[in-house]
């Protein structure tokens, strides 16, 4: 997985912080089937830096990332609550 950030108001560089395959220590399914991938990465600002940075995805988010891959242009809308971690 390829994680790269950039500034979002302004013109600026972009950076890679993380470029690895994910493993299965970095997935987390809860009972619910919400699906977290944390993953430990670089600092936006600095390399030295580590961050631990958690994407949480829903059932409805993980068919939205399929269907986009597939080409279908369906949107899922869901109301169910997010957790946080």
């Known amino acids: 997985m390829l994680v790269q950030v950039e500034p979002s108001k ?7 912080i993380f ?3 994910l493993l299965r220590e970095d997935i ?4 619910n089937g919400l699906m977290t991938v ?8 600095e390399a030295k830096s580590k ?14 990332l ?3 891959r597939n080409g279908s242009r369906r949107i899922v809308i869901s109301n169910a609550p997010r957790q946080c971690l």
């Open 10 to 16: 302004r013109q600026g560089k972009s950076r890679i």
């Open 19 to 21: 470029n690895r395959p």
């Open 28 to 31: 987390e399914v809860d009972p």
């Open 38 to 45: 944390s993953i430990d990465a670089e600092g936006v600002y």
């Open 51 to 64: 961050y631990r940075y958690s994407l949480q995805f829903s059932l409805n988010d993980l068919q939205a």
């Open 66 to 68: 399929t269907d986009k």
